[in-house]
């Protein structure tokens, strides 16, 4: 499964705060990203305008440097300055694909999860934010209370823990649509299936997202 927190930078060429900008890459490459922040801000400090491609790079490596102090909140802010101002899908995607990692590490999963959710809807090509969005859902599961939703209405077979088994594997391998086909037709043949409902409803969102154009 992809790694959760990776970060994507953006290349700057040619321009005075584009120097800056360069400058910053440079430090953050060298792991000093107080260093990096503070170039990133003269650089955006030197822009005439908040919008537009430099801007956007700038927000987002900005939103890495901080991230990587620990600084979640500001980073996810910046890359949400990022993803307004971007000027493409492409840059937009990995703009909402940032602010969902910075989202995650701050402990704010449910926000986490919308960012991916937004990523996939703009890119549904987009695999490490599919990745991320599955990691979280299931976070969020496992910290659910005891009690804290209804019991299924019925126990599941053995078929029925079978078949969630290797519905699971598939996911795994973010097979969703075959999972979800291979759940609907266990329910066609056992009713007690429908004990993981929630898991296949899970599964059709996560399907509709891959089906988007």
């Keep these: 499964m992809p790694v959760l927190w990776i970060l994507l930078l ?14 910053g890459n440079l430090l953050y ?9 503070s170039a990133y801000r003269s650089a955006l400090a030197a822009l005439p305008d908040s919008t537009g491609a430099v801007y956007a790079a700038l927000q987002n490596n ?3 440097a901080l991230y990587r102090q620990n600084e979640f909140t500001d980073a996810q802010a910046a890359f949400t300055r990022a993803h307004e101002a971007a000027p493409s899908d492409e840059e937009r995607a990995r703009a909402l694909f940032n602010a969902g990692n910075a989202a ?13 959710r937004r990523t996939l809807l703009t890119d549904p090509s987009f695999q490490e934010a599919r990745a991320n969005y599955e990691i979280i859902h299931r976070q969020l599961q496992e910290r659910r209370p005891q009690g804290g939703s209804p019991p299924p209405d019925v126990d599941p077979s053995a078929f029925a823990e079978r078949l969630k088994r290797q519905a699971e594997a598939l996911v795994a391998e973010q097979a969703y649509e075959r999972a979800l086909t ?6 066609e043949r056992d009713s007690t299936v429908r004990a993981y409902r929630d898991f296949m409803q899970r599964l059709r969102d996560v399907s509709t997202i891959d089906d988007l154009p």
Excluded: H, K
């Design 104 to 116: 995650a590490r701050d402990g704010s999963l449910e926000t986490a999860m919308d960012f991916f």
């Design 10 to 23: 953006v290349g700057l060429l040619g321009g005075d705060a584009e120097d800056d900008g360069r400058r």
């Design 29 to 37: 490459e060298q792991g000093d990203y107080e260093a990096a922040e």
């Design 62 to 64: 900005l939103g890495a």
């Design 182 to 187: 291979l759940m609907e037709n266990g329910l």
